[in-house]
């Protein structure tokens, strides 16, 4: 009997290692942050940041403002209790953080990379789909070599052109080209996308639907003088009637230039499937 407790005994205390050793190495993927209530800690991600949780309301987060992806974390009382935090990114990664109250060494800055990511991948719903992998086919769709010819609109020296129409399972994606050859550069306001009637009738909510692109592969601030610039917008997929098309609007800030280009339903189903990555 007391062969068998003494094998026993070493049996159990490996066991226990292993388990240790599982809740160390799930424990150690949380990052340890200190954060004060007089200063601010600046937490950068690689891409937007889609959603946040906190364990506790005596910590204060907000985005900053005019960007997406950097969070501001700060005590919102003197020595809380440790708690944690959760990040989730449109890029599909989750980052978890364990918080602790210290006044006089806070981390001021953490630059979060895709390493520290406590997981692979995050499944979105269709309206949260995954923006890293619509931004690789937007890439895709920008490099194509098939062009559309005929479905463009020029006004006051600014171009406004759909070179390519191009469908990955529930996106659309259309290439356009931006052209200015004025001297005067062209300081994009909006770029806005609408399923509209044919009817000439005074507009109803009902004759008008907008289309919020889901992202695009450049940013649009302007189009400099004497220059072009392509880009791909990244559209939920959608279907029009035979007495609608699609409206793609250019809106120039604190200026009159204004460029409206109508896509008609027969003009969509020129389009190209993408292959899978």
């Known amino acids: 009997m007391k062969n068998r407790n003494l094998w026993f005994l070493p049996f159990m205390a490996l066991i226990s290692m292993a388990v240790f050793g599982q809740r160390s190495s799930s424990q150690a993927e949380?990052?340890?942050?200190q954060i004060a209530q007089l200063?601010?800690?600046?937490?950068v991600f690689p891409y937007p940041i889609k959603s946040i949780d906190k364990g506790s309301s005596e910590v204060l987060i907000q985005k900053a403002k005019g960007v997406?992806?950097?969070?501001?974390?700060?005590?919102?009382?003197?020595?809380?209790?440790?708690?944690?935090?959760?990040?989730v990114t449109t890029e599909g990664k989750l980052y978890g953080f364990v918080l602790n109250y210290d006044e006089?060494?806070?981390?001021?800055?953490?630059?979060?990379?895709?390493a520290s990511a406590l997981n692979a991948d995050i499944v979105f719903t269709?309206?949260?789909?995954?923006?890293?992998?619509?931004l690789q086919y937007a890439q895709l769709a920008l490099i194509k070599k098939k062009k559309l010819n005929g479905m463009s609109h020029n006004r006051f020296n600014i171009g406004l052109r759909l070179t390519g129409i191009f469908i990955y399972q529930d996106?659309?994606?259309?290439?356009?080209?931006?052209?200015?050859?004025?001297?005067?550069?062209f300081d994009i306001d909006q770029l806005r996308f609408f399923i509209r009637d044919q009817r000439k009738s005074t507009r109803t909510a009902s004759q008008e639907i907008e289309i919020s692109p889901i992202l695009m592969t450049s940013e649009l601030i302007k189009i400099p003088e004497r220059s072009e610039l392509s880009l791909v917008c990244a559209l939920p997929k959608f279907t029009i009637g035979e007495r609608k098309y699609?409206?793609?609007?250019?809106?120039?800030?604190?200026?009159?230039?204004?460029?409206?280009l109508d896509i008609k339903d027969h003009q969509l189903m020129d389009l190209e499937i993408l292959s899978a990555l």
Do not use: H, W
């Open 126 to 134: 269709l309206d949260n789909e995954n923006k890293k992998k619509i």
């Open 246 to 260: 699609l409206t793609i609007e250019l809106l120039e800030k604190n200026g009159q230039r204004q460029l409206g």
């Open 39 to 43: 200063k601010t800690t600046s937490l």
């Open 171 to 185: 996106v659309i994606y259309l290439r356009l080209l931006l052209g200015n050859k004025s001297k005067i550069n």
């Open 104 to 114: 006089q060494c806070p981390d001021m800055n953490f630059l979060a990379d895709s």
């Open 68 to 87: 997406e992806n950097i969070l501001l974390v700060k005590a919102g009382k003197e020595n809380f209790s440790q708690t944690n935090l959760t990040v």
């Open 30 to 33: 949380f990052i340890n942050l």
